[in-house]
């Protein structure tokens, strides 16, 4: 999985073969094949585990363990969890460029928005039922459409495909004011950085 990562910061996942894989792995296929079925699958596991990780870093906001305001839980929760995408670009990356052609990179993909989806649905109820949070679209909808557009614009970003866009790190004001003005209203940012 080291190996596949080192390989995609300097290829595409089109590019890697098993027999690349392994060489920079110094392994054998033999030994490749005992752990993995497909091309893809060092991928997928590493994919997996790294969103494990987002999903720790978020546990404050979904899990309300925090004693700080909601925005600013959210704001730190969502920062930390930024910085292992920008870490690990390079696999978030290859799995946005390649999910929709293979069905196990999709099946990964669209588990994990759901889990998100469901966590964070469930804290904006919590939210909206003390009146923290604004009421407004149904809670599982607003979700989806901040996870799908946030990781869509982290990839766009860590490309570097549109130029009024910055880069990952600099996005990140820019799409919390989203999630924030979303959930709880236009003066939510000014409410996060008290």
Known sequence: MEATERLLQRFPLSELSVERICDEAGTSRAT???????????LAALASEL?????????????????????????????????VWI????VFRALAENWRSDPD?????????????????AEIDRERGAGVALPGPDSHELASVLLWSTAHCLYIAGSHLDGHMPDEAG??????TVWLRS????????????
């Open 32 to 42: 490749y094949y005992h752990y993995f079925g497909s091309r893809t699958a060092p």
């Open 51 to 83: 969103w494990d990780d987002v999903f720790a870093e978020i546990q404050p906001f979904v899990g309300g363990s925090s004693d700080s305001a909601p925005q600013r839980t959210i704001s730190d929760s969502f920062k930390a969890a930024w910085h």
């Open 87 to 90: 870490d690990h670009s390079a």
């Open 105 to 121: 990179l999709e099946q990964l993909w669209v588990t994990i928005i759901n889990r998100f989806t469901t966590s964070i649905a």
């Open 171 to 176: 996005l990140f004001d820019t799409m919390i």
């Open 183 to 194: 959930i709880y209203g236009t003066r939510a940012e000014i409410a996060s950085t008290e």
